[in-house]
């Protein structure tokens, strides 16, 4: 199947701070999705991109699809406690299937 | 908010026993999709469903797993017969296909013992 090399693994970071994290791939993705699980739930949709290039926002909250579709990449401004979590990325190929990167485990200090 | 909806949330079984997971997608979504999700592996797709045909199933072990959608509201994941490595949580996700995101039910815990 398609590999997703998402980084880093883990963060450990202040209240306030801001956050960043990518995903790359060895193959052309049609969309890029990033998810936000929380324990004990599945994962939860933040932000959908659908044209290579688009930056598309959700608050405060920040992704971008590359421009050569094999990236995309998350930044959180101003991090709150409720941030914390474990966020996914996930390409859509060209047979409509999800592949999911290894996750990114937030931690944020108050 | 329309959700997808998974039962049972915990299953705890013995090795050997027949194990039934069942998915209620979002209404109009036509695709869905079946994940398992353990701390080594990540998510891995198991099963993948248009229209409630099988379109794709090569990540699912075949000799034990089945995956069927006797109809558009419930996808069914069952394991016959369930060992240990089969314990970590599964996901079904549906969606309305191309670019379309996938929305996720708060998945089953399996724990074989």
């Known amino acids: 199947g398609q590999q997703l090399n998402q980084s880093p693994q883990s963060m450990f970071i202040q209240e306030g701070e801001d956050v960043s994290m990518n995903c790359t791939s060895s193959?052309?993705?049609?969309?890029w999705l990033w998810y936000k699980q929380d324990p004990g739930e599945g994962p939860v949709l933040l932000i959908a991109?659908?044209?290579?290039?688009e930056l598309t926002s959700n608050g405060r909250l920040t992704a971008q699809f590359g421009i050569t579709r094999k990236d995309s990449f998350l930044n959180i401004s101003a991090s709150i406690p409720s941030d914390v979590g474990i966020y996914f990325c996930?390409?859509?190929?060209?047979?409509?299937?999800?592949?999911f990167g290894s996750g990114t485990k937030l931690n944020v200090k108050p | 908010d329309a959700r997808v909806t998974q039962t049972p949330r915990h299953k705890v079984t013995e090795m050997g026993q027949e194990v039934t997971m069942r998915c209620q997608p979002i209404?109009?979504?036509?695709?869905v999709f079946w994940y398992r999700q353990t701390m080594m592996q990540g998510l891995e797709l198991l099963a993948y469903?248009?229209?409630?045909?099988?379109?794709?199933d090569s990540g699912m072990p075949k000799d034990r797993f089945s995956a069927e959608m006797p109809d558009a509201t419930l996808a069914t994941l069952k394991i016959q017969p369930s060992e240990p490595r089969d314990s970590a949580v599964y996901f079904c996700?549906?969606?309305?296909?191309?670019?379309?995101?996938?929305?996720f039910g708060n998945g089953t815990r399996l724990t074989v013992t």
């Open positions: 996700a549906s969606g309305r296909g191309v670019e379309s995101p996938l929305h």
């Open positions: 193959s052309i993705f049609n969309t």
């Open positions: 991109l659908y044209k290579a290039g």
């Open positions: 996930a390409g859509q190929d060209n047979f409509n299937k999800f592949y």
């Open positions: 209404l109009g979504h036509n695709t």
């Open positions: 469903f248009r229209n409630r045909a099988p379109l794709d």
